[in-house]
């Protein structure tokens, strides 16, 4: 179910669970909305601790044999989840990571059609790029990533900032603004910590993993037939 949550409403209900609800409120809207989208953050940080496929994004490299090799990350990267490079229409192989060391054992491979051995680029993430070997000059590769935290902002919904989080989860986020907001009046704050900390576990328990339809696996990386894994006798 998506959420219905906005900017205004969770304000809202952090202004009634402080009792800041008069005419000259004692906490300004921008206030309550950073200390909701620092709620947020952690609460992200909880769905990407849990499970990254639940944020992940995609983007299209395209490779045009420039020198050296490196393309510009998404403005909104956070971390990288893997590479694939596009081979046709239907056929696509999983591009390996290289390490700082293994820079120039790739460099006199050869992209082919479809891609040999050593004709699958490798990439490497380097500050703000990523690198990319051995040099293609033309076609495509697909980075998975994981982008920054978006923060809500007045007159925006939760479920388009904030996609990943169901209804009833943006409450960590009240709580949090609502533990800011009593801890500024230094007023006690303990009920609201183990809310929120009570909070944190149902959402973390709910969080592993939402597709429980098959049980944890080693990872199959090749894409080999389990036929001929088989032994032969």
Do not use: C
């Amino acid at each position: 179910m998506a959420n219905s949550s906005t900017a205004e409403t969770l304000v809202t209900r952090v202004r009634e669970s402080v009792d800041d609800l008069g005419s000259v409120p004692t906490n300004t809207t921008d206030t309550i909305l950073r200390w909701l989208n620092e709620g947020g953050q952690e609460l992200y940080d909880l769905f990407i601790a849990s499970y990254e496929d639940y944020v992940r994004d995609r983007r299209t490299i395209t490779f045009d044999g420039r020198t050296p090799a490196e393309y510009p990350l998404p403005e909104d990267f956070l971390k990288a989840l893997g590479m694939d490079y596009v081979v046709s229409t239907t056929e696509r192989r999983r591009m390996e990571k290289f390490q700082n060391a293994e820079r120039n054992t790739r460099q006199l491979g050869v992209i082919t059609t479809p891609p040999n051995l050593y004709g699958v680029p490798q990439y490497r993430i380097v500050g703000n790029v990523i690198e990319i070997i051995p040099n293609p000059s033309s076609g495509t590769a697909e980075l998975f990533y994981v982008p920054e935290f978006k923060p809500l902002r007045s007159g925006e919904s939760v479920k388009d900032r904030w996609p990943y989080v169901k209804e009833g989860q943006e409450t960590f986020a009240v709580l949090h603004a609502q533990f800011k907001a009593t801890q500024r009046e230094e007023a006690d704050v303990r009920s609201i910590l183990a809310e929120k900390q009570a909070k944190q576990v149902a959402i973390m328990t709910s969080l592993k993993p939402r597709d429980a339809a098959e049980s944890w696996r080693i990872v199959d990386t090749e894409g080999i037939p389990e036929r001929e894994m088989l032994w032969p006798w």
